[in-house]
Every structure is written in structure tokens, then in C-alpha cells.
């Protein structure tokens, strides 16, 4: 059951990796985000905004991401399951507000939750690794 997170959490490193190179975030050294899975899931849904803005409603590769989230760490109903959900769904209300421009400004947003999907899938990696 450990495998299927920590496999998630490689895949989604390897899909934020390459958007990831352009900027960096800046963390107190050794931070730790105390709630990586529900971060992530609020990444996601800002990434599936901005698809969902700029290519279409049929671009569903963020969302059925989280699906996928879902059913390795909350594949039952419960509290955490609706906070996977409602960290997601936020995510896409961020973005929907702040409403960039597709084209540079969007990619530039990108690269940035890529940065930050990247952070957490690697915090995600260590805790199931070490």
C-alpha cells in the first residue's frame, strides 16, 4: 500500500520536472510542508484551471490526476477524502480569480506551481523512502 503514494508521487515529479527549471521558490531552509498530499492537491487543481482555461473543457489530465490521488490516499468516503477534494477544488477557484492571460503569464504561473507540485511530490518521495 506504501508503493502506490510513493509511485504517485514519482509520476508526478517526472510530469512537474520539466516545467519546473524556469524559477524557483524561496523556503526557509529545511521547511517541511506540514500537509504535502493536501498542498499538492491544491497544485493540481490550480493546474487544471489553467488547462481547462487555455485548452479547453476537454483537457482533464490535472483532474483525472487527482482522481487517481484520490483513490491512493483516500479511496474511501470520509473527512479526508472531502479535504483532498475541497484543496483541489480551491486550487481551481485560485486560479479562476486571479484569471491569467493564456500565453506567457499563464506559463510563467505554470512554471511555478511546478516548482512547488515538484516540492511536494519530493517531500512526498522522502517521507515513504526514508
Known amino acids: 500500500m506504501i508503493l502506490r503514494p510513493l509511485l504517485l508521487a514519482l509520476g508526478l515529479t517526472l510530469i512537474l520536472a520539466p516545467l519546473s527549471e524556469a524559477q524557483t521558490i524561496r523556503r526557509p531552509p529545511g521547511y517541511e510542508d506540514p500537509y504535502p498530499v493536501e498542498s499538492l492537491a491544491r497544485v493540481m487543481g490550480e493546474m487544471h484551471y489553467l488547462d481547462f482555461a487555455c485548452k479547453g473543457r476537454q483537457s482533464q489530465a490535472w483532474r483525472d490526476a487527482m482522481v487517481e490521488l484520490l483513490d491512493h490516499e483516500a ?6 477524502r472531502q479535504r483532498l477534494v475541497d ?6 477557484r485560485i486560479q479562476e480569480r486571479r484569471s491569467p492571460r493564456c500565453g506567457a503569464e499563464e506559463e510563467m504561473v505554470r512554471q511555478s506551481l511546478a516548482i512547488e507540485g515538484e516540492a511536494l511530490s519530493e517531500q512526498l518521495r522522502r517521507t515513504y523512502l526514508n
Open 75 to 80: 479511496p474511501t468516503r470520509g473527512s479526508y
Open 87 to 92: 484543496r483541489f477544488n480551491e486550487g481551481f
